[in-house]
């Protein structure tokens, strides 16, 4: 299994708070992804990486930025959090090297948010 | 009309009968098709993935898959109750970002629970 890292595994923190969450891979895949989770929606993505410092936004990005300072870390923060930001969180990566086996995603843990 | 659809279930199936998982998806265009698995409170993992027409069997796992008609699907033989859990059918479909890169999109999950 892929090495990913999230932490926290629970936040409770309240509306108009900043948070970050982070994750952590030892793979070195390239492609870094934030995904949330909510009943109803299924996995949505808010942002993604292909590289250090490079990063794109997903379907759900409004509130939510990120960061990759290097390969193993991306960062998601909320900058003002809100109680529709409540959601299980994943990270995930990916390989891609253009072998069509390597486009498989590996998921971390999840973080459980709570925005009271 | 969503990207990717799945029927939410959920969908009761007798232990050592065949559990069928169907998702159909909007973009002519899309590449590559995945199955992923999600226990209850765990994180999803990737079982199947598909590129080709036609079917790919791993085990007791068939996906196979109907780009005409846009569908793709997942069989399960030989059902236990080990595969009771929420499958996630994920697809890449084309979008435009100054690098071209494909996005993973996934469906709202389909919950299946095998009945010993």
């Known amino acids: 299994d892929a090495g990913i890292t999230q932490s926290p595994r629970h936040k409770v923190t309240e509306t108009g708070t900043p948070v970050t969450l982070r994750c952590h891979q030892t793979?070195?895949?390239?492609?870094m992804y934030w995904y949330r989770q909510d009943p109803g929606h299924g996995l949505r993505l808010i942002h993604y990486?292909?590289?250090?410092?490079?990063?794109d936004k997903g379907e759900v990005s409004d509130g939510y930025s990120v960061s990759r300072s290097k390969t193993e870390d991306f960062l998601l923060t909320l900058e003002s959090a809100t109680s529709s930001q409540t959601s299980v969180y994943f990270c995930a990566t990916a390989l891609r090297d253009g072998d069509a086996t390597n486009e498989k995603l590996f998921f971390g843990s999840g973080t459980q948010l709570s925005v009271l | 009309q969503k990207e990717v659809e799945q029927n939410s279930g959920p969908l009761s199936v007798p232990e050592g009968a065949i559990a069928s998982l169907n998702c159909t998806y909007s973009d002519r265009g899309s590449q590559s098709f995945f199955w992923y698995r999600q226990y209850s409170g765990k994180s999803p993992e990737l079982i199947m993935f598909i590129y080709s027409n036609g079917d790919k069997e791993d085990g007791r796992f068939t996906a196979q898959l109907n780009k005409a008609s846009q569908y793709v699907s997942l069989l399960i033989r030989d059902s236990q109750p080990s595969d009771s859990a929420t499958y996630l059918c994920a697809v890449t479909l084309r979008f435009i970002s100054n690098f071209g890169n494909e996005k993973l999109t996934f469906g709202t999950g389909t919950r299946l629970t095998i009945i010993p």
């Open positions: 990486s292909y590289g250090v410092k490079d990063t």
């Open positions: 793979e070195n895949h390239r492609y």
